[in-house]
């Protein structure tokens, strides 16, 4: 049955429409279950419609509707679970329907059709015999109603789109936020390359002609790809413009371009041919694969396949006049297609496939420019349509009203003053309005040093080592960590600098290291996997030790710590690499800077309990109070599915916080918050209220935390702690929060700050 279910999914998932869809579902389900109809109702205006059926049923499609309430399968999309009946004659809401040969039908199984809490329809089996169906039916027909309702789904919100342009009305979807930012534009659709669909399987005549070509082709997408990194060189930093080695790298890949090879030399395929064929399979590879790292790089194959055979096909792309403004909208979208764009024209970016993980995200924030990725929507069709992206939210406005419209625009107006006004007081220190001083540390990463200068902060909090590695094809050499962390530590040389030692693993994978798991965030990830791996631990350990000396503004930081043992594990490596630095030092004559201090990061809710022992054994703690929120929750944040119940003011999060700092400073020991709750306007509030004097966090955060502590009064605050920390939920302690910055005149900030 398992087999016969993966077949059905397949099918279902591989239909042009809807209906096609349905009449599948109801034909191949009857026949595995042996049943003597199987139909759909669809939930249409409070109706039951029966939208497919095969057996005595069928002629009753189209024809027939119930009214709210009425007949047993009005009650399985009530109660919203299974109704299994050996005879349905008997339960008392059973009606005999026109249509549905119900005096003939005895056995009733019907299980409702349910996508994100909203009953769709009913998936109903029925049988001449009078009979329980059995648990193993059950559950197929419960598996089959998941997976109709995504199809489901996907199609009343084509329809729901497909309507409102019609009629012009302003309809509102929800994407994944995932560069921040507010677009106001028309959408515009933009593909300069050719597709792999487009291309059709052909022979050739000469297939040393076709290698010419390949080799060609590859060598005018070589160009492509510098030119496009020249002209972003002045405005990323090394690491981010790094993405476009990965496209290099499979430009050179013999394991891609032998398969292209093959397929000419073997098959006598044309190059168009054997890049569509190959490109193909390792896409399919790459998409199927659990980790959404390696999902995401099927996008990359795809994009260099395009531009190969935009080459091989049509020569040279074609040129576009680009409108003054525009939001650019397509399927997927990659970095360097993203780079190609006029920056001064370009209002944001809309794709159905992406998210915070792919390139162009990371490129979008970059750039400055707000997107929306994940949308489950015919995207070719709001070609032209006026758009507006909230990158903070990841809402999606097609054909605003004149309200949305104006409350928008007031967004963005109030948006550029707010940050105009935070640049204008960036300097000096962060203290509340009677005194109480904040430190405030930078979190960085992705080569951001240069940004920050002319901004005052107190140090740098969090140094993120995994992108440099994350965006290689190869564990990077001491000597290149070195003059990497060297690069860093030199320039905030006056700052002290907390280094985070490689934290992969859950969502963040190397591409070049998999690490396959069935529960990535609860398995080999952080310390754990540096700790099984010491000779990569060493390594890393070694390039700090030595980028630090002449400097001494280096701390190190160990991330997914959940027991002391890791912490005296990870102790003994460090000051066995700094005796060997030591010893190679001295036998060089030169002194050698003094072991940096170590510290943690508090992530995982075991060591909220042995706060105490961890306070003796580290040097300071930092904690992240995003995985924080994610494991005291159970709560997968890029989950869109549950993505609502991760709160960073939930109660029991407040809770296991609030005693910290008066430990902490029982202990002497520094104790700072490093997560999004520290960078968020109530939160960093809420924080200061408990006792925090240091928050780390990214660089357009800090200014505007610094503009808001300079604004506010800690007597002012801490009641409204007390009054929040007593209530069941965060939205007492929310509103209360919100009012009072109303009241200072900052609650512009909580929309600029999300």
Known sequence: MLTQLREIVEQVSAAAELQSALDILVNKTRAVMGADC?????????????MAACGPCADAIGELSLPLGEGVQWQVALREEPINLADIHQHPRFIDLPGLCDTQLHGFLGVPIIHQRQVLGVLVVQQQQKRFFDESEESFLVTLAAQIAVVIAHDEAKGKLQTGLHLGICQHFQGLASAPGIGIAKALIWNPHVELEQVGIHKAEYPARQLVRLDLAIEQVFDELDRVSLCLKETLSGDTLAIFDIYRHLLKDPLYLQGIR????????????????????????????RDPYFQERSSDIRDVARRLLSRLVQNEVDQQEFPDEFILIAEEISAATLAELPRDKLRGIVSAHGSHHSHAAILAKALGVPAVMGLNLPLDELNHSSLIIDGYSGDLFVNPDSSTMQRYREYQAQESSLIDDVMHHEQGPAALEDGVEISLLLNIGLGEEQIHDGLHFDGVGLYRSEYPFMLQDSFPSELEQQASYRAILKHFRDKPVCMRILDVGGDKLLPYFPVV???PFLGWRGIRLMLDHPEIFLQQLKAMLRADQGLGNLSIMLPMVTTLHEIFESRRLLEQAWKELKEEKEGAGEEITALPRLGVMLEVPSLLYLFDELAGKVDFISIGTNDLTQYLLAVDRNNTRVSPLYDVLHPALLRALEPLPVLAREHGKPLSVCGELAGDPIGALVLVAMGYRQLSMNRMNLSRIK??????????????????????SSELLRKSFTDYLEFKKLGGFLRAGA
Do not use: W
């Open 38 to 50: 199987c139909s759909i109702f669809i939930v249409q205006s409070q109706q039951l419609s029966l």
């Open 517 to 519: 798991e069935p529960n």
């Open 262 to 289: 093959d397929e000419i030399g073997q098959r006598s395929h044309t190059a168009a041919t054997a890049v569509k064929l190959v490109s193909e399979r390792m896409v399919a590879q790459f998409s199927q694969m």
């Open 707 to 728: 503009y808001i502590l300079r604004r506010v009064r800690l007597d002012e605050l801490q009641p409204l702690l007390k009054q929040g920390m007593a209530e069941e």
